[in-house]
């Protein structure tokens, strides 16, 4: 374990991290799966744990600079959902860059906020884990019930008949579910049968993902006129040491949560942190989401070096597992310090990575990006399965639109991942595969 | 309190059911866990028959729909001081429905209505351009944008601030005639029927057909959730139908404060924990319920309050006034965009 | 704040583009009856999108159901296939375990091309269990798997019991002379022999037979105990002296054969 090397190759994943946020659309697991790829088929030899730690500078990273994509270019994944619209609303007023530092902020206090319970998570989260377990199943099962009860009416409830009023305002929701329900029965049959060779297993659902979550932002910008808006570039922000503190902490306490538990994504585990605290505003919102969203992707890539537990959370932890196991308690302790060193350094290189955002969108358009990223997004789902997966992400695209064109949440699409996972917790998953006669 | 606080309360209420945790740990049945479900569904169910249902239900005497290109602020002004007097002569409630008033997808026009009841007078003030985020634009407030209208009746627990009408659905008002005055009542349909002990019962009833357990799990659940309004200032028609008018809350703090949310949901998952481990063959842990609560719950929520009193005794909210206060609450419980 | 005075392009769409009068939100102008062409027609995007959803959705179901299952060599399993269902066909070299606190079933298969484990979780385990799908030594099964990799070790998972095929070759009738001085294993066998001796370990139980020359162990593993429940009695019947037929699988143990018999009811006591 040479620990300055380790550090350094992390740093390095830090600086891919940073210029993959420039193709919008580009999620860091699509490249961490890449490379996993290319080892595993022998084209290219990585020390599995130089491999590891490179995938936690660029989670890190990730963490950070992908606001950028998500404010400047709209092409955010699924845990991006929830506070896109308020940072878009920002970057609409001029004010993305101080969205990117809300977000950049949030993020580095939700990772104090880590490493301040690292001592205590070996402690802990065994406790935690063999209470929760008996619930697990019906934890996922209560977080999708509240995501349909709260779906909303939305509608301006002009008619004078209250029948029509009824209507118009349902017909939003209603679409909410139906989205639900497609997305979830989507889910079912990528989890148990997905039409893709069995040697890209371990990225069957990435197609999906990128279709559901990336292109029909990109698609609606290509279709839409989206207006040049200058931005103003500030060297302070409009917010309070106690928000920033209130949403960072709040935003730690969600992406652990869904760190911790399956099929929780950061933008679930955010929409519920959001609730739970009762936050106002779209300050502390942006700020919250940030470090649940920080947390998630961190947090869960932590775990898998926790000591006192094998515990495989998140894509990127079972891509790594396949590769390293992290055999010592020094490990852990490493990898969170390493994490910690990557964020102030991700910190340090937001406020230039996003000023070049605002020069790239300002010289190209958010179309251009907008059609290069759809142009990445069918790479990557080539390169990485196959034609097959190009079909699967056609359809998911096609089923992300229906949100943004209904205007109903966009979180009834998580579905994809929480139906079946939830099912399949539970003891139902394989029981509905069968009835469904996946398997012919 | 918010609609998750609700929810977790009744899916916690469930889990102090022997039975329904003993069949979760042992995982007896593929359903084991639905009493967990509907403790949660029952637990919002009051807020969401509201807001989804009865809603959209109300009939209105008077609909105030300004005309988007030129929205007429003395019009709106005199419907409303008709409708009060009209509610104060014919000594019946009256209701109004006030419209936004959309310029396109993303754009409204916003507009207040003040009531000055010392002076006995509507205000409507016809206001700039917004976005969706209630963001103005600069000088789009359209000229002699002010109007005013008096009435005759003498108005009750009238609101100091202003109501903005902006994006989205517009507020509903009922013009109640009390003794010799008219009262003002935000949100008619708002915790009427729904939020009284025997609807938790009617709405219960139904899980009888399944099992006692669940019956109980589904009525204690909804009337925790009547309970903790009643902390706040709305308050509820507990009763319904032997009364016909909402009981005014405790007042011990806001639906939408922070702290208060968090420290039930806290309290919800402490408790929660505590129930599963109890259901355990093999404990987790052992130690007394006193110490448990007092070293996962006491302890921490004691630090996190104090840390919230240090900042709110810096940044002290301005002094309202309690019809402030229920128009807030039931405005927060009206899940919108974010909110 | 935003100044609307100098970028009226904003509120363009609120405006028709024929006669130019405010129309707000609406798709057609009521004055001068223009469609709105800047706008795209929502309505028919809308339903587009939801009928391409249902379709696409409801194609890959079928595209999904009509693909099989591809059958895939033990060695060609590595990380990637991580989460995929395949088909796998191999025997069984290791009697099904079983563990009572986790109601997991695990066993070992091999093909020509290598080894791997096999597991069932709880319900799957305890549908195996109903049905009698046990495997004994040297049956040939053919099942879809779903592959799983964890830290490196790569292990198959039975999600659906209905799925698993059992094929039982014809044993062989074998004296215990010809197996142990061809030391023959990885065969379906029919041994006699006479019991010298019943040992009991915490993994199961050991009965020593002999055919006068040689001894041959027939190991029933602690797992039948809990797969054949009802049939545990010829374990306290069977004593030295007897002359017992058994059927079974042999393999090796520490360099020499076994026979491990498919379950209980493949002990018989032909002399008491």
């Known amino acids: 374990m040479d620990v300055v090397l380790l550090v350094l190759v992390a740093l390095a994943g830090v600086i891919i991290a940073a210029f993959s946020c420039f193709i919008p659309g580009l999620h860091i697991y699509n490249l961490i799966a890449i490379i996993v790829l290319l080892h595993l088929s022998g084209a290219v030899y990585i020390d599995p744990e130089i491999m590891c730690f490179l995938f936690i500078g660029m989670i890190v990273g990730y963490s950070f600079f992908n606001v950028i994509t998500s404010v400047f270019m709209s092409a955010p994944d699924e845990s991006l959902m929830f506070f896109i619209f308020p940072a878009q609303r920002y970057f609409l007023e001029g004010r993305g860059f101080e969205a990117s530092m809300l977000i950049g902020v949030g993020s580095l206090v939700a990772v104090m906020f880590l490493a301040a319970s690292v001592p205590f998570l070996p402690i802990l989260l065994p406790r935690i884990w063999e209470l929760t377990r008996p619930l697990l199943g019906w934890l996922i099962l209560l977080v999708i019930v509240f995501i349909l009860l709260t779906e909303w009416p939305r509608g301006l409830e002009r008619s004078e008949s209250r029948w029509e009023r009824f209507k118009e305002a349902w017909s939003s929701p209603l679409a909410g579910f139906l989205t639900f329900a497609l997305a979830g029965f989507f889910g079912i049959i990528l989890f148990f049968k997905p039409p893709i060779p069995p040697e890209r297993g371990f990225v069957a659902i990435t197609p999906a993902f990128i279709g559901i979550f990336a292109l029909p932002w990109a698609i609606t910008n290509v279709l839409s006129k989206f207006p040049k808006v200058e931005q103003h570039i500030t060297d302070s922000i409009n917010v309070k040491v106690h928000e920033i503190i209130r949403g960072g902490g709040a935003g730690f306490l969600a992406g652990m949560f869904g760190a911790f538990f399956p099929a929780i994504t950061a933008g679930v585990a955010g929409f519920l942190a959001g609730h739970a605290t009762a936050q106002k505003g779209d300050r502390l919102f942006i700020i919250s989401q940030g470090a649940s969203r920080a947390i998630y992707y961190m947090g869960a890539f932590l775990l898998f070096f926790l000591p006192t537990m094998h515990i495989t959370r998140g894509a990127l932890a079972w891509m790594t597992g396949l590769v390293f196991t992290p055999e010592r308690v020094e490990y852990y302790y490493l990898a969170a310090f390493t994490m910690l060193l990557c964020a102030g350094v991700s910190f340090l290189l937001l406020t230039p990575i996003t000023k070049l955002a605002i020069k790239l969108v300002h010289r190209y358009g958010i179309r251009t990006l907008s059609i290069f990223s759809i142009i990445s997004c069918i790479a990557i789902v080539l390169v990485l399965t196959s034609w097959e997966g190009l079909l699967i992400m056609a359809v998911g695209a096609v089923i992300g639109m229906i949100p943004l064109l209904f205007n109903c949440r966009r979180s009834n699409t998580l579905a994809v991942i929480l139906v079946p996972l939830g099912l399949n917790i539970i003891g139902l998953g394989p029981t509905i595969a069968e009835l469904l006669g996946l398997f012919g | 309190m918010k609609g998750i606080v609700h929810f977790t309360v009744g899916a916690t209420i469930a889990t102090f059911f022997k039975d329904v945790m003993h069949n979760i740990v042992t995982a007896a049945s593929p359903a084991a866990g639905l009493p967990l479900i509907i403790g949660g569904v029952y637990g919002f169910l009051p807020d969401f028959v509201d807001f989804r249902f009865a809603k959209y239900m109300m009939r209105y005497d008077y609909v105030i729909d300004p005309d988007p290109e030129n929205p007429d602020p003395k019009e709106i002004a005199e419907t409303i001081a008709k409708a009060i007097d009209e509610a104060y002569e014919k000594k019946k409630s009256i209701f109004m429905q006030l419209h936004t008033i959309p310029i396109t997808s993303n754009l409204w026009r916003r507009y207040t209505v003040k009531f000055d009841t010392e002076n006995k007078k509507v205000i409507v003030t016809i206001g700039p351009i917004v976005t969706t985020g209630k963001i103005p634009y600069e000088g789009t407030e359209p000229p002699n944008n002010v109007a005013e209208a008096s009435f005759k009746a003498d108005v009750i627990h009238t609101y100091e601030e202003e109501t903005k009408i902006d994006i989205l659905s517009g507020p509903s008002f009922e013009f109640r005639p009390e003794e010799d005055r008219v009262k003002i009542i935000f949100l008619p349909f708002h915790r009427r029927w729904s939020h009284s002990f025997p609807a938790a019962f009617l709405m219960a009833l139904p899980m009888l057909l399944f099992n006692v357990n669940w019956f109980w799990i589904a009525f204690l659940a909804y009337v925790f959730h009547i309970i903790l309004d009643m902390l706040g200032y709305m308050g509820s028609n507990l009763f319904w139908p032997f009364t016909k008018s909402r009981v005014r809350g405790l007042r011990l703090g806001h639906s939408d404060n922070a702290m208060l949310n968090f420290s039930s949901m806290w309290v919800c998952v402490a408790l929660t924990l505590w129930n599963v481990n109890e259901a355990l063959t093999e404990k987790v842990f052992s130690a007394s319920f006193i110490t448990y609560i007092s070293y996962t719950t006491v302890l921490p929520l004691l630090i996190i309050g104090l840390a919230s009193l240090v900042v709110y005794l810096r940044e002290r909210r301005e002094k309202e006034t309690p019809e402030e206060a229920e128009v807030k609450e039931a405005l927060s419980e009206d899940l919108g965009p974010y909110t | ?272």
């Open chain 3, 1 to 272: 704040m935003m100044n609307a005075a100098n970028d009226k392009k904003i509120f363009k769409e609120a405006y028709c583009p024929s006669c130019g009068r405010f129309i707000g939100p609406r798709e057609k102008c009521p004055f001068c009856g223009a469609e709105i062409k800047e706008r795209i027609r929502l309505k028919y995007i809308k339903v587009l999108a939801l009928v391409l959803a249902i379709v696409g959705v409801f194609g890959i179901f079928l595209f999904s159901k009509m693909i099989p299952v591809p059958t895939v060599k033990i060695a060609d399993i590595d990380a990637s296939y991580n989460y995929a269902p395949i088909r796998v066909k191999g025997y069984v070299i290791e009697y099904p375990d079983y563990n009572e606190e986790s109601e997991s079933i695990t066993f070992w298969i091999m093909d020509e091309t290598g080894e791997i484990m096999v597991k069932a979780y709880r319900d799957a385990a305890r549908e195996l269990i109903k049905q009698g799908k046990i495997p004994g030594v040297m049956d040939y099964i053919d099942c879809i798997f779903e592959a799983r990799i964890t830290r490196g070790f790569k292990y198959l998972i039975i999600e659906v019991p209905d799925y698993l095929t059992i094929y039982k070759p014809e044993p062989e009738q074998l004296t215990i002379t010809q197996i142990i001085e061809n030391n023959i294993t990885m065969k379906k066998a029919i041994v006699e022999g006479v019991i010298t001796s019943v040992r009991s370990y915490s993994s199961g139980y050991g009965i020593w037979i002999t055919d006068g020359e040689y001894e041959l162990e027939i190991w029933v593993p602690i797992s039948q105990l809990s797969f054949f429940s009802n049939h545990t009695d010829i374990l306290d019947r069977v004593a030295p002296g007897m002359k017992v037929i058994v059927k079974g699988g042999l393999k090796l143990y520490r360099g020499s054969p076994e026979i491990v018999p498919d379950s209980l009811l493949d002990i018989q006591i032909i002399e008491e």
